[in-house]
């Protein structure tokens, strides 16, 4: 599939997005609007070290998805931060999804909520883009210098119930970043 193809379906699979308003849930969120922030808080950092990192190795980013942090709404149908693509050259481009989890250490890389796992499957299959979960320490408001990665299609390795009463998935992984050589962990914000 060519490239402006897969924009196009992600363009489409954007309109299959349902916001759902938490007061309508039957389990309502254990964390706090405080808490619930902080996390968006710390997933803003994360992205920013994450884009840029994929911005100084010459790939293209194109955000995708709402900013919905302010809306007390679950999203039904969920898609990555970024679609990101390199154009190698005539024959050859490196494009895929990728969205963030910020950790507070490492022994949850891997984790990924059962819900996302699933919305990220079904945009993979509908886009055809592969869709990675990039991991990365976040420890006193600070950037720690461990990223890794996961591919949703990857099989779990394991399953628990996360603190939030959240199930959870966890998978094998990757150190570094997807289609990128170098190590990047000498990057701050």
């Known amino acids: 599939m060519e490239n402006r193809e897969k924009i196009d379906r992600i363009l489409s699979y954007l309109e299959l997005q349902i916001s759902i308003p938490i007061s309508k ?3 309502k969120p254990i964390k706090s609007k405080n808490q619930f922030l902080k996390n968006y808080n710390q997933h803003d950092k ?3 070290v994450i884009s840029l990192t994929y911005f100084q190795n010459n790939f293209s980013l194109h955000p995708i998805g709402k900013d919905l942090r302010f809306e007390s709404v679950l999203i039904k149908n969920e898609v990555p931060d970024y679609y990101v693509e390199k154009i190698i050259d005539t024959k050859n481009i490196i494009s895929f999804c990728f969205d963030v989890k910020s950790k507070s250490k490492k022994d949850y890389f891997g984790w990924i909520n059962k819900r996302s796992i699933e919305d990220y499957q079904r945009f993979s299959q509908y886009c055809d883009v592969d869709v990675y979960i990039i991991f ?3 420890e006193k408001n600070q950037i720690i210098r461990d990223f890794a990665y996961s591919n949703v299609f990857n099989d779990e390795i ?4 996360a603190w939030d009463k959240n199930e959870v998935l966890i998978f094998p992984y990757n150190e570094g970043l997807p289609f990128i050589n170098r190590n990047p962990n000498s990057l701050s914000l």
Not at 158 to 161: R, S
């Open 25 to 27: 849930l039957k389990n």
């Open 46 to 48: 994360a992205t920013k």
């Open 136 to 138: 990365i320490i976040i």
């Open 158 to 161: 394991d399953h628990t119930i």
